[in-house]
């Protein structure tokens, strides 16, 4: 199930597409000009399409606008405490070769709970993520989550990891079987806002009483008609897609 994942994911890349049409084009020398043309053309449609920002930020707001954002300085004393899904840091070879702490674009999923933390040295702090990647080439990123808030000056001998998960699903299980971990409390879920819907349905359908903490917004309630590029427009699309796949997959497995 793990390895079909990471193929979907590889599948849903936009620039899987185009250099699958690419190949196409290159086959259709062998036959005919005209289509090899045309596929060319379609190729160069698709790139200036999925560069256009309006359009990859209308498929990620849905996504998160889900639950609504929370202010940083909202209180939290009703709470047990935080459970802070994995996603943030860079991946475990970069983390392995460097004596910094490594983080990657989702970064407030880190630096959120750190704020959380200082408002209130009370809450508890459980981190969940092990190594998703097919092969684990490095620390879990438990581990690498670990040496960011060590920097950050969080008590981590005191914080609760979970460093088997390799997925949202499993993040929900395996942080439940932690001892003294009573699910039943109240607590906040601080992920990704893109990611957050799929998370909340997999940890309600499994019995926790999660609120929802999300942070790393990538779109705003409108954006500008000239917006344009390629570059973060592409990666809107990735994780948008990886998302609608994952909750559909998810559904149809009664993950959530």
Aim: charged share 15%.
């Amino acid at each position: 199930m793990h390895f079909a994942a990471k193929l979907l994911d590889f599948a849903l890349q936009p620039l899987v597409w185009v250099l699958f049409l690419m190949f196409c084009a290159w086959i259709g020398t062998y036959w005919s000009l005209q289509t090899t043309r045309r596929i060319l053309a379609g190729t160069l449609m698709l790139l200036l399409t999925l560069g256009w920002q309006p359009l990859s930020e209308a498929l990620m707001r849905p996504l998160e606008t889900q639950y609504p954002e929370l202010h940083p300085e909202a209180s939290t004393d009703s709470f047990a405490g935080v459970i802070i899904l994995g996603g943030a840091t860079s991946a475990a070879y970069l983390a392995g070769a460097h004596a910094q702490p490594l983080i990657n674009d989702a970064s407030e999923r880190m630096t959120a709970a750190v704020a959380l933390y200082r408002l209130n040295p009370k809450l508890r702090i459980i981190f969940t993520g092990g190594e998703g990647g097919l092969i684990a080439s490095g620390p879990s990123e438990a581990a690498r989550a670990r040496r960011f808030f060590s920097t950050m000056g969080l008590p981590v001998e005191t914080m609760i990891w979970e460093d088997k998960s390799r997925n949202t699903f499993e993040n929900a299980a395996l942080t439940a079987q932690i001892p003294g971990i009573n699910k039943q409390r109240p607590w906040l879920l601080l992920t990704s806002a893109w990611h957050m819907p799929r998370a909340m349905g997999v940890f309600l359908a499994q019995g926790w009483n999660v609120s929802a903490y999300p942070v790393d917004f990538r779109t705003a309630s409108t954006t500008p008609w000239t917006a344009y590029s390629l570059l973060e427009s592409i990666g809107l699309w990735q994780l948008a897609l990886h998302e609608y796949a994952g909750i559909a997959s998810y559904r149809l497995l009664g993950r959530m």
